[in-house]
C-alpha cells in the first residue's frame, strides 16, 4: 500500500525489535497490508491485522480529533476494505459515557477519564487510555476591522482571553486589547464581543478552562476548569465544528477550537503569548515543543493533563493528548481484533497524517509506549497481539 | 365549506344580483366615504397580508431551488460523507430515507386506517371520540417527545440506537395523521353503500374491506401519502432513536442509520463550506420529494374543488 | 358541510366470530393511539420524577443549570420557549388572521384557491429545512437590516436593545411565525367560512360594506374558533425544535432582549439529550420533556375546545 516515510518506518522497526526483546520470535519490519484470516491467538509478534469477513465497529467522542479520525477510517478502510467504523464526534463527555454504558465499541476523549469517571465504569473492568495524536487549541475570531476588511493578526495574552470570556472585555477596541496589538490596533472596531464555547462536555474544553484556570485567578475561583463550566457570558454550541460555525456566522465573534476546524473554516487565531513571553500561533510544531517537553513526565497510566504554557521559546501554550478509550477486554473477538489492528496502524501508519491535517503526531517514547499498552488488550483472557 | 362563502362571491350568468352589489349599490347612494375608505382600505390590507404570508415560501423555495440545485452532482447521490466533505455525498442519508420511511409507513398505515375502521364503523360514541381526542392531541405531541418516548423503550433497553427504533418513531408520528384522515375518508362513503353491502349478507368485516374502504381509498392514500412526506422530513424522533450514521447502512435495521433530515441538520451547522453545500443539495432532494407528494396529494382534491 | 354517515348496527350478525375478532382487531388499533399518549406521558413523568422531586418548584423556578454541581433549574428554557412563542405568535396572528378572512371571504375565487394551496405549502416544507433557510438566509439579512434599524430606533427599550447577531430569539420567532402560519390561516379559514351566510346577508342588506359585514357579523361570531387557531398556532410554535434549534443560538441565561440569544426546552432537550449522564441530568431533561408536554397538551385541548365550540355554535364547522 504506502511506502512508509523512512521516520515512521524507522520507528515502526524500532518498536518492533523493542517487542521482540521481550517477546522471542520472528520480528516483521513493515506492517502488512494484506487482509487474510489471523487466528487471535497467534505466536509472536506479528502484526495486528483485522480478521476476515465484514466488520463494523462502532465509537463515538471527540470532536477534537474528528477531522482526523475521519481522514484515518478512510484510508483503513481502503487497506481493509472489509472493515468498517462508524465514529460519532459527540464530544469527550458523550465518548466517556458511550463508553461507559458499553454502547459502543471504543469511546474517544481529548481529556483522559477523571477518577470518578473510572469508579464509574461496570465492576471489574478496566479502560485504557491510548493515545493517538497531540493538538492545539487556538482561540479563533471572526472580527470586521474597522477598515472594512477581515480583522487579521490578532495577539492575545493570558488575562485578556479570561477576561474576554469572563466578559470583562466587551468590545474589541477595548484598551487591553489594542495594548497586545500595537500594529493593528488601530483597526480594532467598535463591535461587541460574542463569546462562543462549547454546549457540551468537551475535552477542548477542558483543555481550554485547564488555561485559563491556570493563568487567571479569578476565572479559578469563580469558574473553575473541566470538560463543562458555568461560562459567564456567551453563547454554546455543540462540538468544535458548532463553535467554528457560530464563530464563523457572526462578525465579533470569538471561541476556541481545535487548530484544524479555525483552518478548514476559514477563521484565524490569534497568536497566544507563552510563558516564554512569546506570542506564539497555534501550529503544530508548537505543540510538538510542548509535547516534548514533558514527555519525561508522562504518567504510566497514560492519563496526561492537558499541556499548559509548556516550556520553550516557540511552545504554543495550549495543547492536548487525545485518546481512544477501550476496554482491556473485549468481550466481541472479532471487533477486539479489528480495533486493536486499527490502533495499531494509527499509532504506525496513522501518524504519517496527521502533519498535513493539523494535528501533531506523537512523540517517539509516547509512540512506543502506546504501542506497547496493545498488548495489553485480551479476549477472553487471551492476549490479542501478544507481546 | 367553501361552500358556504361562494354564494357571496360574483358570480357570472342569470342570477339575482348578488348581496355584495345590492350592498355595493346601497352604499355608495348612501352615506360612504369614510366607509368606503375603510372598507377599501382593510380589503388591501387583508390582500397585502395574504400576499406576506407567501414572502417567506418565495424565499424558501427559491433558495433551496438555487443553491440546492448547484450543488446536485453525482458524487452527492453517489458517495457517502468523506473526510473534510470533499467527494462525498448523502447516500447514507438517502438509502437510510428510502428505508425507515417505507418500514414506518409498513407500521403506520395499519394500525392507523384500522384504528380509523374501529373508529368509524364500531365505536360507540364516547370510545370513538376518546380515540379522535387522542390522535388530535398526539398530533399536536412535539416530536422531540416522541423520541424521547421510543428512545425509552427501543434504544435503552438494548443500549443501541438503531434504525427500527426511528422507523417506530417515524410510525408514531404518522398514525394519528393517518388515522383521522381515513375516518374522514370513510365518513363521506354513503351508507347506502354500507347498507346494501349488509342488506345482501356480507358479513361487517368483509362490508368494510371491500365496499368501505376500497370507496374511501382516494382519501385514504391521501392521508396516507400527506403521512409519508411529514415522516420523510422530521428530525427531531430520529436524533434520539436512529442516530445518524457516516456509514451507508443497507438492510442493518438494528445499527444507527442516517436519514435526509439528519444529515441537513448535521452538515447545516458545519463551518465547512463544502458540507454547507452538501446540506443544501439534500434539503434540494428532500424538499423536492416532499413538495411533489403534497402537490400531487393536495392539488387532486383541490382540482376536485373547482371541478 | 359534507354528510357524515354512520352505520347500521348490524344486530345479530355481529356475533360471528370473523366479526367479532375485526371489531376487537380494529379496535385494538384503534386503542393503541389513547395507549401511546398515556404511556408518553406516564413515561415522561415517571422518568422525570428524580429531578422534580430532588428540585421540587425550584426545578421550575431556578435559573441555574450546571450539570457539573448537579443543579438543574429550567427558567431559563421556559422562558426562552414561552418568548420565542411569543414573537411567533405576535408575527403571525395578525397577518394570518387578515389571511384567512382574505381567502374565505374577500378574495374572488380564481385567486382564492391557488393562494390556500400556496399557503398550506408552507407546511409542507420540513423544519430542518427552514432552520438551513435560517442559518444562511434570514439570520445574515436580520442582522444587516432589520435588527440594526429597530435597535437604532428601539434600542433605549430594554427588550429591544442590542448587541444582535442576526441568529437569537428573534430570528427563532420569526420562522416560527412563518410555520405556524398555515395552521392559523387554514383553522381561521374553516371556522369563518362555518359562519352562517344568514348573518352576512342581514348585515349587507343593511347596508354594510364587505369589511364592515366581516367585522361585525362575521368575526364576532368566529372569534373564540379563531382563538383557538391561534393558541394552536401557539402550540405548535412552542413544541418546534430543529428551525429553533438552529437559529437560536444556545445562549444559557435568561434572555433579556429579542435579540438575546436563547435555548428552548426543546433545542435544550435535542442537543444536549444524547450525551446526558443517566441519572439527575437525563432525568432533568426528561422533566424538561415533561414541562413542555403539560403546555403544549393543555393549550391543545384549549384551543380544540374553543374551535369544536365555535363550529358547533355556528352549526356544523369541521372540528
Known sequence: MTILPSRTKALALAATLLLTACGGGGASTTPTVAPGPTSVASTGPTTPVPPSGNVTLTGAGATFPALLYQVWIEKFATAYSNVQIDYQAIGSGGGIKAITQQTVDFGASDAAMKDSEIAALPAGTKILHVPTALGAVVVTYNVKGADGAALDGLQLDGDNIANIFLGHIKTWNDPAIAANNADIAAKLPATPILVVHRSDGSGTTNAFTTYLDTISTEWHASVGAGKEVKWPVGNGAPGNDGVSAGVKQTDGAVGYVELEYASISGLKSAKVKNAAGKFVAGSVDGVTAAADAIVDKFPADFRQAPIINGAGDTTYPIAAYTYILAYVDQTDATKGQTLVAFLYWALTDGQAEEKAIGYAPLPAAIQAKALAELHQFTTGGTPIWPG | MTAAGASLRPISGPRTPAPGDIARRIQRAGLGRRRGLADRGMRTLALVASLTALVPLGGVLAFVAIKGAAALNLDLLTKGPRALGIGGGALNAIVGTAQMVPLATVIALPVGILGAVYVAEFGGQRSAAVVRFAADVLVGVPSILIGIFVFTFLVLPFRQFNAFAGSVALAVIMVPVVLRTTEEALHLVPASLREASLALGVPVWRTVLSVTLRTGLPGILTGAMLAIARAMGETAPLLFTALGSRLVNVGNFGQPMDALPLFIYRNATQPNAVLNDQAWGAAFLLLLVVLAINVLVRGRSWGRRIG | ?319
Open chain 3, 1 to 319: 358541510m359534507t354528510a357524515r354517515s354512520r352505520p347500521p348496527r348490524a344486530g345479530g350478525r355481529t356475533s360471528r366470530l370473523p366479526d367479532r375478532v375485526f371489531r376487537s382487531g380494529s379496535g385494538l388499533f384503534g386503542a393503541s393511539v389513547v395507549v401511546i399518549l398515556v404511556v408518553l406521558g406516564v413515561q415522561l413523568a415517571v422518568n422525570g420524577d428524580q429531578a422534580l422531586s430532588t428540585f421540587g418548584t425550584g426545578f421550575l423556578t431556578g435559573s441555574t443549570w450546571d450539570p457539573v454541581a448537579g443543579i438543574y433549574g429550567a427558567l431559563p428554557y421556559i422562558v426562552g420557549t414561552i418568548a420565542a412563542a411569543l414573537i411567533a405568535v405576535t408575527l403571525a396572528a395578525p397577518i394570518g388572521i387578515l389571511t384567512a378572512i382574505f381567502l374565505a371571504e374577500l378574495a374572488p375565487r380564481r385567486l382564492a384557491l391557488p393562494l390556500t394551496f400556496a399557503v398550506e405549502l408552507l407546511a409542507a416544507i420540513p423544519s430542518v429545512v427552514y432552520g438551513l433557510w435560517g442559518v444562511f438566509v434570514l439570520g445574515p439579512v436580520l442582522h444587516s437590516t432589520v435588527e440594526a434599524w429597530i435597535v437604532d430606533t428601539l434600542g433605549w427599550i430594554p427588550l429591544f436593545a442590542g448587541p444582535t447577531f442576526g441568529i437569537g430569539l428573534f430570528a427563532a420567532g420569526i420562522i416560527l411565525a412563518i410555520m405556524i402560519l398555515p395552521t392559523i390561516v387554514s383553522i381561521s379559514r374553516d371556522v369563518i367560512s362555518a359562519v352562517p351566510d344568514s348573518h352576512r346577508e342581514a348585515m349587507l342588506a343593511l347596508g354594510a360594506t364587505r369589511w364592515e359585514t366581516v367585522s361585525r357579523a362575521v368575526l364576532p361570531v368566529a372569534r373564540s374558533g379563531i382563538a383557538g387557531a391561534v393558541i394552536l398556532g401557539l402550540g405548535r410554535a412552542l413544541g418546534e425544535t430543529m428551525a429553533v434549534t438552529m437559529v437560536i443560538g444556545n445562549g444559557e441565561h435568561i434572555p433579556t432582549s429579542i435579540f438575546s440569544t436563547a435555548q428552548t426546552i426543546a433545542s435544550k432537550i435535542a442537543t444536549t439529550f444524547n450525551e446526558a449522564q443517566v441519572g439527575l441530568q437525563t432525568s432533568a431533561l426528561i422533566a424538561l420533556g415533561l414541562v413542555l408536554l403539560v403546555i403544549t397538551l393543555t393549550l391543545n385541548v384549549v384551543a380544540r375546545f374553543l374551535v369544536w365550540r365555535a363550529a358547533g355554535v355556528s352549526g356544523g364547522g369541521r372540528t
